[in-house]
């Protein structure tokens, strides 16, 4: 079974600056699959970045950027530039890339940016 | 092209009636999950359909949670009788095969 841990309850962001939202995961599985999802208040879940377990270089999209350390089993989410529209709760999730594409997810970390 | 649909947005029941959530996925994705999302235990999955086959439901709470996927482009929750408890967010997502799964809006349910 995998696990997903997200320490941060929440977090304070000034506007422009950068934020890490930390991700430990826990799987006997070799082949998985790292997500981030977003929610805003008006409750989409919205994709926002993956991160295979094979791929060598951390995965990029825009202002978000996952920091992948295979060997802590750690994959956080940097978000560069903070605007207030980031303001929402960040999902780590992770899914088996065998024969089960089941998704868990974290507990989720609130982020909010400030002004 | 049209993301993940699902209705009702939003869902007032009383306990004991039926209640259908519906849900269609992305065109083109074989892929469809149901999931539920509490304040106590956060988002889980409940059940999830391979080319219209359900394929693990191990998350699905108790014999009054169903769900169908008559066709690639349909699928259905039901919860038959409803209760307070149930209140929360059911989302559906669709992938393509091992693909980034797309969420729907969810349906908010309450249960009175």
């Known amino acids: 079974a995998q696990k997903i841990t997200q320490t941060q309850p929440g977090m304070f962001v000034q506007e422009k600056e950068a934020v890490t939202l930390d991700c430990t995961y826990d799987?006997?599985?070799?082949?998985?699959?790292l997500f981030w999802y977003k929610q805003p208040s008006s409750g989409e879940m919205i994709f926002l970045i993956y991160?295979?377990?094979?791929?060598?270089q951390n995965a990029t999209e825009g202002r978000y950027s996952l920091n992948f350390q295979k060997a802590r089993k750690s994959a956080n989410l940097v978000i560069s530039a903070s605007q207030l529209g980031d303001s929402a709760m960040y999902f780590c999730a992770m899914s088996p890339r065998s024969n089960d594409y089941k998704l868990s997810f974290g507990a989720g970390t609130t982020v909010t940016v400030r002004a | 092209d049209a993301g993940v649909i699902q209705s009702p947005r939003h869902e007032v029941t009383e306990m004991g009636q039926e209640v259908t959530l519906r849900c269609k996925p992305i065109s083109g994705h074989d892929y469809l999950f149901w999931y539920r999302q509490t304040m106590m235990r956060g988002l889980e999955l409940l059940i999830y359909?391979?080319?219209?086959?359900?394929?693990?439901d191990s998350g699905m709470p108790e014999d009054r949670f169903s769900a169908k996927m008559p066709n690639a482009s349909f699928s259905t929750l039901k919860i038959q009788p409803s209760e307070p408890r149930d209140s929360a967010v059911y989302f559906c997502?669709?992938?393509?095969?091992?693909?980034?799964?797309?969420f729907g809006p969810g349906t908010r349910l309450t249960v009175l």
């Open positions: 991160q295979g377990s094979y791929d060598e």
């Open positions: 997502a669709s992938s393509r095969g091992t693909d980034t799964q797309y």
């Open positions: 359909f391979n080319n219209n086959v359900p394929i693990d």
């Open positions: 799987t006997s599985d070799q082949s998985y699959g």
